[in-house]
C-alpha cells in the first residue's frame, strides 16, 4: 500500500510538471508570436520606404540595379519579378535565399515558410503603374538569429523546470516527513500498547504540530486516560468486594471451627456460633445481591419505561414499610396524584434504598415529600437521625464506602446503597442532593425532568 507521503510527493509532483508544461508551451509560442509580428512590421516599413522611392514611379527604372542596392541586408533577399515571372532586379547574398522559387502574385500577401527547416518570413507587394500592376516586390527574411534565441529560451525553460521539479521532490519529501512523524509516533505507541497491555499517552514533546493533528492527538489521549480511570475503577472495585466477602467468610470459618471444637458439649457456644453463621450468612447474600443490581445497573440500555403514579408507588411503600419496621413514615404530595415515566421497578429499588438508610440511620418518624414544577418532578426524603458529617457527603456515592465502618457494620450496611441510587438518578437523566447536619438528620433530594410519552 502506499504511503500517504509517497502519495503526496508524486500527486505534487504530476501536477508541477503538468504546470509547467502547459506554462512552458504558452511562453514558446507566445514569444515566438511576440518577436515574429516584430519582425515582419520591419519588413513591411522597409517595404514601404522602397514603394515610396521617387524613382519607382518611372516603369522603366524597375531593372535599376542602384533601386534596391541602400536597402541590402545579410539575411535578407529583395527582389522585383514581373507577371510573366522573370526576375528584372535583385540583391542578396544568400545563397538560400537567392535560390527561392519565383511565385508571382497579383495581391499583398505575407508570412512565414520554412525551407530545409529554416523559418523564412516573406512579404510580396504589387507595383502599380496608372492602377495597373507592372511587377511585384518581394522580401524575404531568414529568421535564423531570431530561432537561435529560441533555442537559447527552450533551453532555460527545460533547465529551470527541471530545477522546479527536483526542488518540488525535495521539498515535498522534507515536508510529508514533518507532517507524518507524528502519526508515525501515534502508531508506535498504540503498538507499544497493544504489546505490553500498558496504557500510554502519546507525548508530541510540545512540538508545534498541526491542529489536526494535535486534535488526533488529544482525543487519543482523553480516550486512553478514560479507559485508565475505568480499568482502575474495575480494579478499585474488585479489590474493594474480595475484601468486603473475606470479612463475612472469616467470620463464618471461625466460628464453623468453634463449633467443631467445642459445640457438642457447649450450648451457649453453640448459640453464638449459629446466631454469628447465620447473620454473616444473611450479610453475604445482601452483598452478593447488592453487587448484582449494581453490576446490572452498570449497563446501559437497561430501562423498561412506562408512565405510573409515583405518589400511589410511594404510599404502598410506606404502608409496607410501617407494618414491617414499625416505623412512621408520613407521604405529603401536591398534587394528590403525580405521573411519571420511567423504569417503575427501578424507581422503587431507589427509594427502597434511601429508605432503608433513613430507617437503619435514624429513630424518629420519616417524612417524604413529593411535588412538581413545570419541568420536573422532585422527591425529599428526609430524617431526623445521626446525620453526616459534612467532609463525608462527597463520598457517600462511591462503591463500599460507608461513614464509620464500625457504625455501619453493626447496622449491617455493605455502603453499596447510594452508589445504585445514584446510577438510577443518572439512567433517567435526574439529579441527587444530599443535605445533612450531624445529630439533626439527612435529606436526600431527587430531581426527574418531566418526558411526555
Ligand atoms: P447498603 O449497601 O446496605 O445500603 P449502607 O447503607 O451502609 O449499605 P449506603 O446506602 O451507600 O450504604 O450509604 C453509605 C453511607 O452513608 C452509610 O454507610 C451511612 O454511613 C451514610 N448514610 C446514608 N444514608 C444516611 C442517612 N439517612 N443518615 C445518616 N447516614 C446515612
Ligand atoms: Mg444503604
Known amino acids: 500500500m502506499m504511503t500517504l507521503r509517497r502519495r503526496f510527493t508524486l500527486f505534487t509532483i504530476f501536477w508541477l510538471i503538468f504546470i509547467l508544461i502547459l506554462f512552458n ?31 519607382m514611379e518611372t516603369p522603366g ?32 547574398s544568400d545563397e538560400e535565399l537567392l535560390a527561392l522559387p519565383t511565385d508571382y502574385r497579383l495581391t499583398h500577401n505575407k508570412g512565414v515558410n520554412s525551407y530545409a527547416g529554416k523559418r523564412v518570413l516573406y512579404l510580396k507587394e504589387p507595383i502599380y503603374d496608372e492602377m495597373k500592376v507592372v511587377a511585384m516586390l518581394e522580401i524575404v527574411r531568414k529568421l535564423n538569429v531570431l530561432d537561435s534565441y529560441l533555442q537559447i529560451l527552450v533551453g532555460a525553460l527545460a533547465v529551470t523546470s527541471m530545477g522546479a521539479v527536483l526542488f518540488a521532490i525535495f521539498g515535498t519529501f522534507w515536508f510529508t516527513s514533518r ?10 505507541t498504540m503498538r507499544e500498547i497493544d504489546r505490553s497491555g500498558k496504557l500510554r499517552q502519546i507525548d508530541l514533546g510540545g512540538r508545534e504540530e498541526s491542529a489536526e493533528l494535535q486534535q488526533l492527538v488529544r482525543a487519543f489521549n482523553q480516550m486512553i486516560d478514560r479507559l485508565d480511570r475505568t480499568f482502575e475503577k474495575q480494579k478499585r472495585f474488585v479489590a474493594d468486594a474480595s475484601h468486603e466477602l473475606k470479612t463475612p467468610l472469616t467470620v463464618i470459618s471461625s466460628y464453623a471451627n468453634m463449633l467443631k471444637r467445642w459445640g457438642r458439649d457447649d450450648e451457649k457456644v453453640r448459640d453464638e456460633a449459629v446466631l454469628a453463621i447465620s447473620n454473616e450468612a444473611v450479610r453475604l447474600q445482601n452483598l452478593t445481591k447488592s453487587m448484582l443490581m449494581l453490576a446490572e445497573a452498570e449497563q446501559e440500555d437497561w430501562l423498561k419505561l412506562e408512565r405510573f403514579d409515583i405518589v400511589k408507588m410511594i404510599d404502598e411503600m410506606a404502608r409496607m414499610m410501617h407494618t414491617t419496621f414499625h416505623r412512621t413514615i408520613r407521604v405529603h404530595s401536591e398534587p394528590v396524584g403525580m405521573m411519571m415515566y420511567a423504569d417503575k421497578d427501578k424507581i422503587r429499588q431507589l427509594m427502597v434504598i434511601l429508605l432503608d438508610n433513613a430507617i437503619k440511620y435514624s429513630k424518629e418518624s420519616i417524612d417524604i415529600h413529593i411535588s412538581s414544577t413545570k419541568n420536573a418532578i422532585r422527591i425529599d426524603v428526609e430524617d431526623k437521625g445521626i446525620g453526616i458529617p459534612e467532609q463525608e457527603i462527597p463520598h457517600l456515592f462511591e462503591r463500599f464506602y460507608r461513614v464509620d465502618g464500625a457504625r455501619a457494620r453493626s447496622t449491617g450496611g455493605v455502603g453499596l446503597g447510594l452508589s445504585i441510587a445514584k446510577r438510577i438518578v443518572e439512567l433517567h437523566d435526574g439529579s441527587i442532593d444530599v443535605f445533612s447536619k450531624p445529630n439533626q438528620g439527612t435529606a436526600i433530594a431527587l430531581q426527574f425532568p418531566k418526558k411526555n410519552h
Do not use: C, W
Open 61 to 92: 527604372n524597375l531593372d535599376d540595379p542602384d533601386l534596391l542596392t541602400e536597402f541590402y541586408n545579410v539575411n535578407e533577399m529583395i527582389r522585383i519579378i514581373t507577371p510573366s515571372g522573370q526576375i528584372i532586379n535583385q540583391i542578396g
Open 25 to 55: 508551451i504558452f511562453v514558446y509560442f507566445f514569444v515566438i508570436k511576440i518577436t515574429t509580428r516584430s519582425e515582419q512590421t520591419v519588413l513591411t516599413n522597409k517595404v514601404n520606404l522602397i514603394l515610396d522611392n521617387k524613382r
Open 179 to 188: 507532517l507524518t512523524a507524528p502519526i508515525q509516533h501515534m502508531v508506535q
